[in-house]
């Protein structure tokens, strides 16, 4: 090892890489093993989740006295019971749903569908804008 006395002080600059090479090679199983396990791990979960399929459309209100924002307030978060009142044929392949009112637009609203089916998408959103048309406020 190489020291440099500068003044009082003295500095170790040798760095040795073997060293550090031979721990990696003692290692080599433990490292392989956490590695491989971390793949078998992230594939098995991988598999296991459902696939959840996401379809996002703007709709456009007719000319009611209501605006977006007023609407989404009135119907409100579209939990399970609102789900089978909305979605008549496909409520049960309707995983999620979000409404929103557009912020630059008063007659603009983003629904979101969340579902474990691609085909029941489409027909869930034309199920929706049906809704809307026949929707008659309570109050």
């Known amino acids: 090892m190489e020291t440099h006395n500068k003044g009082t002080a003295t500095y170790n ?4 890489l073997y060293d550090y090479w031979k721990v990696i090679v003692k290692r080599k199983t433990l490292i392989i093993g956490l590695f ?12 296991l989740t459902p696939k959840i399929y996401r379809g996002e459309v703007v ?3 007719p000319a009611k ?8 307030n009135i119907i ?5 019971e609102k789900k089978e009142k909305i979605f008549l044929t496909t409520y049960h392949l309707v995983a999620d749903v979000k409404l929103n009112a557009l912020k630059d ?3 603009k609203l983003q629904l979101i ?12 959103m034309t199920e929706f804008a049906a809704y809307l048309n026949y929707y008659k406020p309570c109050c």
């Not at 600059?13 to 040795?16: L, P, R």
């Not at 006295?65 to 989404?72: C, Q, R, Y």
């Open 105 to 107: 637009s008063a007659d």
């Open 59 to 61: 709709l456009k209100l």
């Open 113 to 124: 569908i969340e579902s474990k089916n691609t085909d029941a998408i489409p027909s869930a």
């Open 36 to 47: 491989l396990a971390a793949v078998l791990a992230s594939a098995v979960i991988s598999f």
């Open 65 to 72: 006295e209501l605006t977006a924002k007023e609407l989404t």
């Open 76 to 80: 409100g978060k579209i939990d399970g």
């Open 13 to 16: 600059d040798e760095i040795n």
